[in-house]
């Protein structure tokens, strides 16, 4: 009977204390692709919740808003633009969003999102450029205003900081591009390829390219696949440490802080490579 009497108390506890500490993630997404699922990899590797993964593409109820109140999770991870524009007027459920180049136009100012953008931080960029590039004093990029000009003013503040001018030409369509190209000053120590969509087509990243062997102006971007055609250094996103950094950033939420007092944040994890052939032929020191 005393083993009875012991073991019934402890039960009680551990069946009252379940529901109390379920910690329910829906990952919402337009589509099934590797960089998503090694931010849900990264995200399950530090967060201990139940996660479970809403794939908008997939689903049968037109409206997603709907099919995620009725499943009512504690925290939403929003990976893609698509994702958090379909959250974002979700009021009553914490959201994280993460692999969103431009959030501020879909987060706003809702206190019940914070997230992580795309990008590397333009401080952590040009820092790894200069570093790579010891001479680098005028960088210039081509971007859309409508898509970019957030990240270009706190870029050109960074740039100030460290004594790098840097030079924007604007290009509303992939078609204005070569002509945004031509008006850039010949005198660039570097031309910055940003993941803006604008200037990344096929057609203009060959134009950006011969555009690079044309004037002699290696080429700094965000993905090593551009190295394979003449770009001469990438900072990758890390998208498995991505996850682990919203992985963080949920833990803070469960422990009871305010998202509101939860920041938004730039990727905090890239890989740096080079293309060797480029960047000898550009003299780049490879450290």
Partial sequence: ????????????????????????????????????????????????????????????????VREIRRRNPDLILAIGADALAKVSKIGSIPIIYCMVLNPEPLAGNEDNITGISMSVSPEKQLATLRKNLPGLKKIGTVYNPAKMSSFLEKARFAGQKIGVQLVGAKADRPQDVPRALESLPRDLDAFWMLPDSTVTSPEVVEATILYSIRTKTPVFTFSDKYLRIGAAISLELNTFELGKQAAEMAKKIRSGTAIKNIPRAFAEQATLSFNHAVAAKFEIPLN
């Fill in 1 to 64: 009977m005393n083993y009875i009497v012991l073991i019934i108390p402890f039960l009680t506890l551990v069946l009252l204390a379940s529901p109390a500490s379920a910690w329910d993630v829906l990952v919402v997404q337009k589509y099934r692709a590797k960089p998503y699922a090694d931010v849900v990899r990264g995200f399950d590797s530090v967060d201990s919740g139940k996660t479970s993964v809403l794939i908008l593409e997939e689903l049968s109820e037109e409206d997603p």
